[in-house]
């Protein structure tokens, strides 16, 4: 009897890479120093924006940029298994040293929230920045992620071990949440 061949099956939260990313990765893990160049330009500055944000700390967030980029770096080299999205590998580091770090030193300052409010009216952004911060830390990191990092529900179902759908009515619980003004009715 002949049997088929089968292929490996993709869990819930996986998606195989984009084709310009598979040439990245195997040019990363054959130690291209222009593709490491590439990786460096092309994420520093998205990643380090989440990164100040989050510690509000420029040297913190330079230091958590190095660590991040010399932990993605050991896991392309060393890695024997398939990487499967290196988004999703960048935005995982990027987020596992977020909690690292607020465990090693606390929440940050409330202050430095005010900038995710946009709205004139202060008033308005007070309660923005007052519902914000009741979210739990793991909302928070949604949020900044989806929508300061731009990440996709994608990468975030990779990053967070959520479905997109699970996802999809998470952000908008927190959006209808997040826009009610004082008498409790939402405001768009």
């Known amino acids: 009897?002949?049997?088929?061949?089968?292929?490996?099956?993709?869990?819930?939260?996986?998606?195989?890479?984009?084709?310009?990313?598979v040439r990245l990765l195997e040019r990363l893990q054959r130690r291209d120093p222009n593709a490491w160049t590439l990786l460096i330009d092309t994420w520093s500055t998205r990643l380090y924006s989440y990164l100040l944000y989050n510690t509000h700390c420029d040297s913190d967030a330079q230091a958590l940029l190095q660590e991040i980029f010399a932990i993605i770096m050991q896991i392309i080299l060393q890695t024997t298994t398939y990487i499967h999205n290196l988004?999703?590998?960048i935005a995982t580091t990027a987020y596992q040293a977020v909690v690292r770090y607020h465990q090693q030193r606390g929440r940050p300052p409330l202050d430095r929230l005010t900038?995710?409010?946009?709205?004139t009216d202060p008033e308005q952004a007070q309660r923005f920045i007052?519902?914000?911060?009741?979210?739990?830390?793991?909302?928070?990191?949604?949020?900044?992620?989806?929508?300061?990092?731009?990440?996709?529900?994608?990468?975030?179902?990779?990053?967070?071990?959520?479905?997109?759908l699970e996802l999809q009515n998470l952000l908008t619980r927190m959006g209808n949440y997040l826009a009610q003004d004082a008498a409790g009715s939402v405001q768009f």
Do not use: C, N, W
């Open 87 to 89: 988004s999703v590998l």
């Open 1 to 21: 009897m002949h049997q088929k061949p089968t292929t490996p099956r993709k869990t819930r939260h996986q998606t195989t890479a984009s084709a310009p990313e």
């Open 130 to 164: 007052r519902r914000f911060i009741r979210l739990t830390p793991e909302l928070q990191q949604i949020l900044l992620l989806r929508y300061h990092s731009d990440l996709t529900l994608t990468e975030l179902a990779q990053v967070f071990g959520k479905s997109i």
């Open 115 to 119: 900038y995710l409010a946009q709205s």
